[in-house]
């Protein structure tokens, strides 16, 4: 009933619609009256003919003949009465069945189920909505970010511009609303005030725009905005963002770390004070072909093997898990084991023939940037010559060209390096690139999650998602300071000591073979114990840091209670 009221205010609210009404009941006023008027007609022609009915009787009469039924038990004699006749039957085949349902069709029905679907795309949430993460613009990263927040359990709106754009989200089963992101009413009715973030992925201009009027609206809201431009960074935060992401330059990390050439260390994903978290790659060191159990890092060194990519899935650590050379590792230890570790296993490439970059846009060229910072050389191949910003280190040209590749040197790189914002242009790109060169290293960027699969069976050694390295950016920000997530599906998790665990040791506890969680660190007051033995025990009124996945953690706490985090 209430859903039925809304269409029906919706509906005339609309001023068309309810134009179009007001036409409909016209309709109906002029029918009646040819009703009315046709049966008085038939009680005059009926008492010239001798013969008497009802009223009621006259108007059966009248809409059995201009609905075309015609039982046929009520007739005229004479001729004027059938003359009569005929004009009631012609008047009542144009009205009812040409005219009639022409204008219930275009002026009720078709407004009518207009409103029902505005309906499902609403412009206001309830009062009550609290603890929302509001987002600006339905795409890659913001479809990536979703899965994310129903798997933790946030909610979230999307603000849309257009109702055609809003329906069709809904029908997917999204969370919309419709609204002017340059309306501070937009962001009243959103319920910023009250929500847990703001999260802006348009251009850096609108960003501006949503962050300034959020802003002015609500003081305490976080706002993230991602951003494309470096000269962009500063306006965005004056405007009012806590965090402005350059998701480009951040992909272009990424790609560059995972690069064959020079030297390959250990590169920091995240920290917890003394806790360090780190991912190297496993070929070219002693660890290829060995278990996590048979490489002895933590006794002999001191990390732990918390986590493994292997060609882009990741697999939680396992004492029986083998290293491949696609292998990349996360370790957990103190900045002293992990130098250790580089000490032990650093891997220095003898190729020093440039790194092949294909795509000259945003992510390129910072793979680029972060390539030289590794005293790596490269050679980006770009086709469009307005993207070309160091003429030295590019080729212009399409990589799809035999020729250009050779000119950039794929004949003797030890890596190629693809960057385009097109998925199918990567598969393209990745499976000739394979074919030219079984022994190079393929590393490929996709901009959609789904592609992942595709990507690895068409040959790249590493494929990473733009739209899941931005989402997972954006939800460690929103999430608290004491969950930090290194990895897709993997997160660093501090909590207090729980009662039960109270001075038992930690193979006492079996906290991984009830919960699936990890248990990495020990802090107790200014101390932090990382990576400590299996013998050690939970202090009272410690902290412990866990490590595990969104199931493990969740685990953990129906286990050990929901009141132990900080």
């Not at 006023?29 to 005059?44: E, G, T, Y």
């Not at 989200?169 to 992101?181: E, H, K, T, W």
């Not at 201009?205 to 962009?232: D, H, W, Y």
């Not at 580089?342 to 793979?367: L, S």
Request: proline share 3%.
């Amino acid at each position: 009933m209430k859903l039925l009221t809304t269409q029906v205010m919706l509906f005339l609210q609309n001023k068309p619609d309810r134009r179009n009404f007001i036409t409909l009941i016209r309709f109906f006023i002029v029918l009646a009256i040819l009703v009315i008027s046709f049966s008085v007609i038939f009680h005059l022609l009926m008492a010239q003919e001798g013969q008497k009915h009802s009223w009621l009787t006259g108007i059966y009469w009248t809409l059995t003949v201009m609905s075309t039924l015609g039982f046929g038990d009520i007739t005229f004699d004479s001729d004027i009465g059938r003359l009569f006749s005929v004009i009631v039957l012609l008047t009542g085949m144009l009205f009812l069945l040409i005219l009639f349902p022409f204008t219930f069709i275009n002026f009720f029905y078709s407004p009518w189920m207009k409103a029902q679907e505005q309906a499902k795309v609403p412009r206001e949430l309830p009062e009550d909505t609290k603890g929302h993460v509001i987002l600006t613009r339905f795409g890659p990263v913001t479809e990536a970010l979703i899965k994310k927040l129903n798997r933790h359990k946030y909610n979230y709106v999307v603000i849309v511009p257009t109702m055609v754009e809003g329906l069709e989200l809904y029908q997917q089963g999204f969370n919309i609303m419709l609204g002017d992101l340059g309306d501070p009413n937009t962001y009243l009715k959103a319920r910023v005030s009250q929500a847990a973030l703001v999260a802006t992925t348009e251009s850096d201009v609108l960003n501006t725009n949503v962050a300034f009027t959020v802003r002015g609206l609500a003081k305490e809201v976080p706002i993230i905005a991602t951003c494309n431009s470096e000269a962009s960074i500063d306006i965005l935060k004056l405007a009012g963002c806590n965090h402005v992401l350059q998701l480009g330059e951040k992909m272009g990390l990424f790609l560059s770390r995972r690069a064959n050439g020079g030297e390959s260390n250990t590169h920091l994903v995240g920290r917890f004070g003394e806790l360090i978290i780190a991912e190297t790659m496993v070929a070219g060191t002693p660890l290829v072909g060995k278990t996590i159990k048979e490489t002895r890092l933590r006794k002999d060194i001191g990390v732990n093997i918390v986590g493994v990519w292997e060609r882009g899935k990741f697999k939680a650590a396992d004492r029986d898990l083998l290293l491949t050379q696609y292998s990349v590792i996360l370790l957990a230890g103190s900045a002293r084991q992990i130098d250790q570790y580089n000490k032990t296993y650093q891997v220095f490439c003898e190729n020093t023939a440039p790194v092949v970059i294909i795509g000259g846009g945003r992510v390129g060229r910072a793979t680029g940037k972060f390539l030289e910072s590794r005293k790596i050389d490269y050679r980006i191949i770009e086709k469009d010559p307005s993207r070309i910003k160091r003429y030295a280190k590019t080729i212009l040209g399409d990589a799809a060209d035999l020729e250009v590749l050779k000119e950039a040197g794929i004949d003797e790189s030890p890596c190629v390096i693809i960057t385009t914002h097109d998925d199918d242009v990567n598969v393209y790109l990745t499976i000739y690139c394979r074919s030219l060169r079984p022994d190079i290293q393929v590393i490929t960027r996709t901009t959609l999650e789904r592609n992942l699969g595709a990507i690895h069976r068409a040959g790249a050694d590493f494929v990473l998602s733009y739209a899941s390295m931005g989402a997972n950016a954006i939800l460690n920000l929103l999430r608290r300071n004491d969950i930090l997530m290194v990895a897709e599906g993997l997160d660093l998790i501090r909590v207090k000591v729980p009662k039960s665990l109270v001075g038992k040791t930690i193979k006492e506890s079996a906290i991984r073979k009830h919960t699936g969680c990890t248990v990495i660190a020990i802090h107790c007051q200014k101390e932090m114990k990382i990576n400590p033995e299996p013998k050690s025990e939970f202090p009272e009124d410690a902290e412990i840091i866990l490590i595990g996945t969104v199931e493990a953690e969740n685990e953990f706490f129906k286990v050990y209670g929901e009141d132990n985090g900080n």
